[in-house]
């Protein structure tokens, strides 16, 4: 199941530039502003926003609710979001995204896990308009249990629409 994860990730990837109603902005012209509505299985179903202070690099944050939430019982309700995401230049709208993901738990305000979210995919920030973003990788999360932490790792997801401005 994960090598039909990787492939049709790689497919969309390929033959996909990210942009479906959008135009060039000047490369001079930072930051780069924008707002999105996407869900991942990291950060859940969520809106946020992102900014772009140079050529490599830009941040984000975001709010949402956990996914489980819609598919079964769930211990979390609220998930927040901060990223850093690098732009390689390698290619136009290749990143690299790294996330703290901060879940607030409906029974508990206070969290003992530690989640982290490391991806790669397609975004664009430089274009002016609407843009689809998605990304794939890894979820760390790390758990109290019983006076040790566990490291489990899932699979991540992320897929979304953005407003550039």
Same mark, same amino acid.
Request: hydrophobic share 40%.
């Given at each position: 199941m994960n090598n039909s994860f990787i492939k049709i990730f790689l497919i969309i990837f390929i033959f996909n530039s990210g942009d479906i109603f959008s135009q060039q902005l000047p490369d001079t012209k930072f930051p780069y502003f924008s707002i999105y509505s996407g869900a991942s299985l990291s950060s859940g179903l969520r809106i946020g926003g992102r900014i772009q202070i140079n050529n490599s690099f830009s941040f984000e944050g975001s709010c949402g609710l956990d996914l489980g939430m819609f598919f079964g019982p769930s211990d979390t309700y609220y998930r927040y979001a901060f990223g850093i995401?690098?732009? $390689? @230049? #390698?290619?136009?709208? %290749?990143? +690299?995204?790294?996330? /703290? !993901?901060?879940p607030v738990y409906s029974y508990?305000? !206070?969290?003992?896990? !530690?989640? +982290? =979210?490391?991806? #790669? @995919? =397609?975004? $664009? %920030?430089?274009?002016? @308009?609407?843009?689809? +973003? /998605?990304?794939?990788? %890894?979820? +760390?999360?790390?758990?109290? =249990?019983?006076? $040790?932490? !566990?490291?489990?790792? /899932?699979?991540?997801?992320?897929?979304?629409?953005?407003y550039n401005f």
């Amino acid at each position: 199941m994960n090598n039909s994860f990787i492939k049709i990730f790689l497919i969309i990837f390929i033959f996909n530039s990210g942009d479906i109603f959008s135009q060039q902005l000047p490369d001079t012209k930072f930051p780069y502003f924008s707002i999105y509505s996407g869900a991942s299985l990291s950060s859940g179903l969520r809106i946020g926003g992102r900014i772009q202070i140079n050529n490599s690099f830009s941040f984000e944050g975001s709010c949402g609710l956990d996914l489980g939430m819609f598919f079964g019982p769930s211990d979390t309700y609220y998930r927040y979001a901060f990223g850093i995401n690098w732009h $390689t @230049g #390698i290619m136009p709208n %290749l990143i +690299f995204n790294l996330s /703290y !993901i901060y879940p607030v738990y409906s029974y508990n305000l !206070i969290n003992y896990d !530690i989640i +982290f =979210s490391l991806n #790669i @995919g =397609s975004l $664009t %920030l430089q274009k002016k @308009g609407i843009c689809l +973003f /998605y990304q794939a990788g %890894l979820i +760390f999360k790390n758990v109290p =249990s019983m006076g $040790t932490r !566990i490291t489990n790792i /899932y699979p991540n997801i992320d897929i979304g629409l953005g407003y550039n401005f």
